[in-house]
């Protein structure tokens, strides 16, 4: 049975990746889920599998040496799937040093565990072994309006703490692999959605706020682009990569998906309005009036769009879900979720770790 060590699974990705794992294998393989529980992991995402025997929880911080280093000692790790990590950019532009100290130090401590544990003593690396990092399309910069794409070659040119952050990170395991032959891979993902993303993200936050009746903000001018990825479709694609991409390679995962943020908030108002049953009150205030534009984010980049043809022709991956049909899916899991939702907005969620140890103690 492979053995996965995955970092930051309580959060968006990380849990819809371990759901993921778990349909396509069930219980050929056993998950470690390794997370701080800080305010974006959220256990609810995982209590339908919390109880199989075949997956353990960690609560630990990646920046933790000792924890990472007993979790390599006491078991035997064939995979490293890094998810763990700062990831929204108005936080790091409040707050750049926690995004420093854990997607760039925390990056190296999971790096010096997984080399210790597997490194042989002629300086190579146990079969089968591999570390999977998990990065962002954002360390390539900003593309122009008209034209342009983001490939495995193009320059590094963050503009916000976070992307800065996670461009260190890439390096980390870069050089890692030149160094050391580290059996590594990165892949550079466009923007997710989906269910259990934290309603801080544009399209969670627009579904609640509208549902509310709140003000749906949008930065300056809204035309800001970005290339949208279902969840699931990266899930596959990390999958794959694992499975079939050839060691030291970068992978790019885009949707081809490009909108406009405008657009995006247009699409779930108009996805909403057909959702939302004529007696239910809440589909006369969700409108287009409820849309505000505010001050535009500092550094905002303007475009991104992510090319994922390396990925397509050396691994067979590519995106399965187009965007219209990926709000509808996302949009019927909040209505079918509002608890988590609830839970979520209020703060209850982080209740939910305390709860569940609490119970299994007693």
């Known amino acids: 049975m492979r053995t996965y060590l995955v970092t930051g699974g309580a959060g968006f990705i990380g849990s819809n990746y371990i759901h993921y794992m778990f349909r396509k294998y069930d219980n050929e393989i056993r998950i470690i889920n390794v997370d701080a529980l800080t305010y974006a992991g959220n256990l609810e995402n995982l209590a339908d599998i919390e109880n199989r025997d075949n997956y353990t929880f960690v609560k630990a911080n990646i920046c933790d040496r000792e924890a990472i280093d007993k979790i390599f000692a006491e078991n035997d790790i064939d995979r490293v799937v890094h998810f763990a990590a700062e990831s929204h950019v108005d936080r790091s532009i409040v707050n750049p040093e926690i995004f420093v100290q854990t997607n760039v130090l925390g ?21 089968g072994k591999k570390f999977l990092h998990v990065s962002t399309d954002e360390v390539y910069g900003s593309l122009p309006e008209d034209g342009g794409y983001f490939y495995e070659t193009t320059p590094y040119a963050p503009h916000s703490p976070y992307s800065a952050s996670k461009a260190g990170s890439d390096m980390l395991v870069r050089a890692y692999m030149d160094t050391y032959k580290f059996p590594a891979n990165i892949t550079n993902c466009s923007n997710n959605y989906g269910p259990y993303q934290f309603p801080e993200k544009l399209i969670p936050l627009t579904i609640n706020n509208a549902l509310a009746g709140k003000k749906l903000p949008i930065y300056g001018d809204g035309k800001n682009v970005r290339d949208w990825l279902y969840v699931d479709d990266h899930a596959k694609a990390i999958d794959m990569v694992q499975e079939k991409g050839k060691l030291f390679e970068t992978y790019n995962v885009g949707g081809h998906n490009e909108k406009q943020n405008i657009e995006i908030v247009k699409t779930i108002i108009e996805v909403l309005r057909e959702e939302l049953s004529d007696d239910d009150p809440r589909k006369a205030h969700v409108t287009e009036d409820l849309i505000t534009y505010v001050e535009d984010r500092k550094g905002h980049d303007r475009r991104y769009a992510i090319a994922p043809d390396k990925i397509k022709a050396e691994i067979g991956w590519e995106p399965e879900t187009m965007f219209k049909e990926g709000i509808r899916k996302t949009i019927k899991w909040f209505f ?27």
Do not use: H, I, R
């Open 107 to 127: 990056t190296a401590t999971m790096l010096n565990a997984a080399k210790k544990a597997w490194e042989l003593p002629d300086g190579t690396f146990k079969e």
């Open 336 to 362: 079918e979720n509002e608890e988590w939702m609830k839970n979520v907005t209020s703060g209850d969620y982080q209740k939910y770790y305390e709860g569940m140890y609490s119970k299994k103690l007693s």
